[in-house]
């Protein structure tokens, strides 16, 4: 059971935009804004797209971005595109362990 | 541009320890005030922080794993390595290393993993 909590899929349109929310508890996300985001692509490693809740590291799109309330992170990505596809990860820094991450979420660009 | 390079067997054997190493190119793994980690993702699932080291000997591992995780690095090869020890099938993960900026999870540049499995 991950500690944080993504919904299993999301899906849109090309040029669409989706949001990806990321549910943690007050020993998490609503406790520390060093909430990151990552993507994966099939059989690559993760990278990251957002930290520290809403930037983005150089050479993202700014298409990419990150907001958070309360215990819940969100991701949204706005203009979808056909390379967006992939899976996403939140992560956040916790109290207890450290670092968790979110069970991904699988993005379909329809 | 930093590179890194996770490497070690595919296969280990169950109540063995496994082992690896990720080789650091394009910066030293000493300098920076980074924090260097190990995560793995079990076949098809989620991602698992496994721990970190910095200042060339300060490690902090994932509770779960605490008992049976060793970081370490050797600056005069500029690598990073991670040792499990005990392992099960419950092991069997691709295995990545990553540089953390700032050691709360803003992992910016990643190995492109290792597949190791524990069968007997």
């Known amino acids: 059971q991950s500690a944080l909590t993504q919904p299993a899929s999301v899906s849109g349109s090309p040029g669409q935009s989706i949001t990806i929310s990321c549910t943690g508890s007050?020993?998490?996300?609503?406790?520390?804004?060093?909430v990151s985001w990552y993507q994966q692509h099939p059989g690559k490693a993760p990278k990251l797209m957002i930290y520290?809740?809403?930037y983005r590291p150089s050479g993202v799109s700014n298409r990419f971005s990150g907001s958070k309330s309360g215990n819940t992170a969100s991701l949204t990505i706005s203009g979808l595109q056909a390379e967006d596809e992939a899976d996403y990860y939140c992560s956040s820094y916790t109290s207890s362990t450290s670092q968790v991450f979110g069970g991904g979420t699988k993005l379909t660009v329809l | 541009q930093v590179q890194l390079q996770e490497s070690g067997p595919g296969l280990v054997k169950p109540s063995q320890t496994l082992s690896l190493t990720c080789i650091v190119s394009g910066g030293s793994i000493s300098s920076g005030g980074y924090y260097w980690s190990w995560i793995r993702q079990h076949p098809g699932k989620g991602l698992e922080w496994i721990g970190y080291i910095y200042n060339s000997g300060i490690t902090y591992y994932n509770p779960s794993l605490k008992s049976r995780v060793t970081i370490s690095v050797d600056t005069s090869k500029n690598q990073l390595s991670l040792k499990l020890s005990s392992v099960t099938a419950a092991d069997t993960a691709v295995y990545y290393c990553?540089?953390?900026?700032?050691?709360?999870?803003?992992?910016?540049?990643w190995g492109q993993g290792t597949l190791v499995t524990v069968s007997s």
């Open positions: 007050n020993s998490d996300i609503g406790l520390y804004n060093f």
């Open positions: 520290d809740v809403s």
């Open positions: 990553a540089r953390d900026l700032k050691g709360y999870g803003e992992l910016d540049y």
